[in-house]
């Protein structure tokens, strides 16, 4: 499905009335959610972190997996989409095939409701970890079926 983007900020999206609200983001593998959209995601909704740090702790824990929260209507998408971070930029930290991974894992998810969502994210990889948006996008679009992406920019 075809990226609807939007200027603004993601936490303000207007969902459809009585719709799950669904906010996907890039994670690290090492445990951190101290910047980017990350550390907005751990501020606002802390339990989401917390789920993410049970997982780190824990031995299932892998490079293009998908930990989820839900607190009543709210699911939050912790997307395991690069394994370190960093400020080098000349170092793409995102890893596309874990990118692929992950939205294929949520289509599947989203699709066994049989309703259409929106997902709303950040162009997720492309910033803080210098993924090239045009890879990711059609990754994005290519699967994405069983919901509507999202994108906000600021």
Excluded at 18 to 47: E, R
Excluded at 87 to 97: I, L
Excluded at 136 to 144: D, G, Q, R, V
């Amino acid at each position: 499905m075809k990226i609807k983007y939007i200027k603004g900020d993601m936490f303000t999206h207007q969902f459809p009335e009585d719709s799950l609200k669904i906010f996907a983001h890039g994670c690290n593998m090492q445990g951190v959610m101290g910047s980017g959209v990350a550390l907005h995601i751990k501020k606002q909704f802390p339990w989401a972190y917390e789920d993410y740090r049970e997982k780190y702790f824990s031995s299932d824990f892998s490079l293009g997996d998908v930990v989820y929260s839900r607190r009543g209507n709210i699911i939050v998408c912790n997307m395991l989409t690069q394994e370190f971070y960093g400020r080098d930029k000349n170092v793409v930290y995102v890893s596309y095939e874990a990118v692929e991974k992950c939205f294929k894992n949520l289509n599947e998810r989203c699709g066994k409701h049989g309703i259409q969502f929106d997902v709303v994210m950040p162009m997720i990889g492309a910033g803080l970890a210098n993924g090239g948006w045009n890879i990711i996008s059609s990754i994005i679009e290519n699967n994405s079926t069983h919901y509507q992406p999202v994108v906000y920019q600021l």
